[in-house]
């Protein structure tokens, strides 16, 4: 095979449709990392009823290995199988480390109502395990697992793998919210 030789014209035409170049250090392409979104919780809470629930059941206390684990009445036990393996992509985060339990209330529900109007649908809520709690009982676990229970917008939680926070963290899977659910149907 012989190397074609190009005329000065062809290659002046060459260099000026090129433009300026500049030598690779490395030829190693990075794949794109996902970006979760992060929400900004507004100061003010929208005036609607309260988005929680009575529970007909008393909710046993967790100690800080438990796992955490709610299905809402009438969906179907692969939903939770699926949460668990990550199925669902995760649209928000929140940190409640370091908050007081009504810090915490407050903004989980400004959180949770954000999540809905914007059309989250799986969010990972990261509660803290407890070791720093007196006598070590996890008090934030604690409270996280009753108010997503009694939240009429959490269809389903569960403890998140090791990788994403463990016995200290959870996915939930939220309903769609009725502006999204009507987008869908036109589809």
Not at 7 to 30: A, P
Not at 112 to 121: K, N
Not at 142 to 147: C, F, I, L, P, Q
Request: net charge positive; proline share 5%; hydrophobic share 30%.
């Amino acid at each position: 095979m012989s190397k074609k030789t190009l005329s000065d014209e062809d290659l002046s035409l060459f260099r000026q449709t090129v433009g300026k170049v500049s030598r690779i250090k490395n030829d190693k392409i990075e794949p794109p990392r996902p970006k979760k979104t992060r929400i900004k919780c507004r100061n003010n809470l929208i005036d609607e009823p309260s988005p929680f629930v009575d529970l007909s059941e008393p909710v046993d206390r967790l100690s800080n290995e438990d796992k955490l684990s709610f299905l809402a009445p009438g969906m179907q036990k692969n939903i939770l199988r699926k949460l668990r393996k990550g199925y669902y992509g995760l649209d928000a985060d929140i940190d409640l480390h370091g908050l007081t339990s009504q810090q915490a209330r407050v903004q989980l529900v400004r959180f949770l109502q954000e999540c809905v109007e914007y059309g989250c649908r799986c969010v990972h809520i990261i509660h803290g395990k407890g070791y720093r709690s007196a006598d070590y009982h996890p008090v934030l676990k604690n409270d996280v697992n009753v108010w997503l229970r009694q939240h009429k917008d959490v269809l389903a939680f569960c403890s998140t793998p090791p990788r994403d926070g463990g016995t200290g963290a959870v996915y939930v899977l939220l309903r769609l919210s009725e502006k999204y659910q009507a987008d869908d149907d036109l589809a």
